[in-house]
Each structure stands twice: as C-alpha cells, then as structure tokens.
C-alpha cells in the first residue's frame, strides 16, 4: 500500500519564489527522505531526516518533520529554474529495509 | 566515482520475448532495489535483495523475477513481457543497518523499456 502522499501534485513559480511541497504518511518511521528527479532519469537524494529530527537544512533546502502528525515539508528557498523537476519523499517504515515513495510533486520553475 | 551503472538505458521487445535487465554497483552496499516507474507516477518497489535474500512485494506478478549472483550485480528478468510493462525500471542500492533502517538510496539512471 501507499505509504505516503504529496501536495501539491503540481507547483509552478517563478524564479527567486520559494517552493513548499508537504508529504504525508501512515505509520511510524525510521527516517524520511527527499528525492528529486529530472525527467526520464534517476532519482536523486536530497536529504535525509530522522524520526528524532524535526527540521534539517541543505543549502536552499529546508526539511521539517512532525511525527505527530506523520507529515514533513520540503522548502526550496530562492528556486531557480534548474529546480524544475519531479520531488518524492520517500519514508523508511520501521522494521522493514526498503522505503515507499510518496506520489511526487512537479515542480516548474519560470525563468 | 562509486556509482549505480544500469544496461541497458534503452530497450526495446516483443510482446512475450523474455528480456533482462542489468544493474551493477561499486559501493558494495548489501541492498539492492528494483523499481518499475511508469510516466508520472512514482517508483513502484518490486523487489529486493537483502544480500542473498530475496523480498518480493505482494504484489510484484510473478512474471518478474530477479537474479543477485554477488554483491555488486543484480539482474531483473521478465519472463514474458506485456504492453503494461512498458515502463521505467530503476535500480537502487543503500545501506540497512542492524535495526533495520535504511540509509540513503543511490539510484542508477534506469533503463526504459518499450514493448511492442
């Protein structure tokens, strides 16, 4: 099943704009990360967080955590047009080796 | 650099000609993931290898199956493939500590297969 899901599934900005993305899931985790993926290739990691993490920062990336309420948000502050692209978090369940990616949002940046 | 390599990126079949797909790894992680991601939707888990084990999803239909002779390559077969296979197939590898969870997936840049 599902684990996790995104909104929006759809985001478009323009350049210098922040973008949020928010993921929501189901049972308790080990971790939850956030991957990005440009049309027709791999995914690429971003960031990590872990359960015991509320909020994590990777350059113009912000990753904040609530447990609570089994949901995470993705910020890219000051996007650029080669942030367009796809974005995932993905959550670690516990006592289990493999993650589930949630349904992703397209994010495009306009120059 | 250590890397996630897949062959081929592009691969094309007949309807019911058996095909495989390979990836390979120089991280010498003990997890390997097969993903199969159709266009805009997210990657679908069909299997992975725990080291030797072997852990199919549920749902994963039997007409895939997969192949890891050692750590560093794994090999995804399917059997008789069908215009619904069509798709993107991702392969992964982390790190999965002692208790289970799973560190940072490293993906390959996928082979993308058409059935015709």
């Known amino acids: 099943s599902q684990q996790g899901e995104e909104d929006p599934q759809a985001l478009s900005i323009q350049e210098g704009e922040n973008a949020t993305m928010n993921c929501s899931y189901k049972?308790?985790?080990?971790?939850l990360q956030w991957y990005r993926q440009n049309s027709g290739r791999g995914l690429v990691h971003l960031i990590l967080?872990?359960?015991?993490?509320r909020e994590k920062h990777s350059g113009r990336l912000r990753v904040t955590l609530d447990t609570s309420k089994k949901s995470s948000s993705l910020l890219i502050t000051a996007s650029r047009a080669a942030d367009t692209a796809s974005y995932f978090c993905?959550?670690?369940?516990?006592?289990?080796?493999?993650?589930?990616f949630g349904t992703g949002t397209r994010l495009q940046v306009f120059p | 650099d250590a890397m996630v390599i897949q062959n081929p990126r592009y691969q094309v079949t007949q309807f019911g000609k058996p095909v495989t797909l390979s990836c390979s790894q120089t991280?010498?992680?003990?997890?390997m993931y097969w993903y199969q991601q159709k266009s805009s939707q997210a990657p679908k888990l069909l299997f992975h290898?725990?080291?030797?084990?072997?852990?199919n999803e549920a749902d994963t239909p039997d007409n895939f199956q997969s192949r890891r002779p050692n750590t560093s390559f794994c090999f995804l077969d399917i059997r008789s493939p069908g215009l619904g296979d069509a798709a993107m197939y991702l392969c992964?590898?982390?790190?999965?500590f002692g208790t289970g969870s799973t560190d940072t997936q490293y993906f390959g840049p996928g082979t993308r297969l058409t059935v015709l």
């Open positions: 993905a959550t670690d369940p516990e006592n289990t080796d493999k993650l589930i």
């Open positions: 049972t308790s985790i080990n971790n």
């Open positions: 967080i872990r359960s015991n993490e």
């Open positions: 991280l010498n992680h003990n997890v």
């Open positions: 290898y725990y080291d030797k084990d072997f852990n």
């Open positions: 992964a590898t982390s790190r999965v």
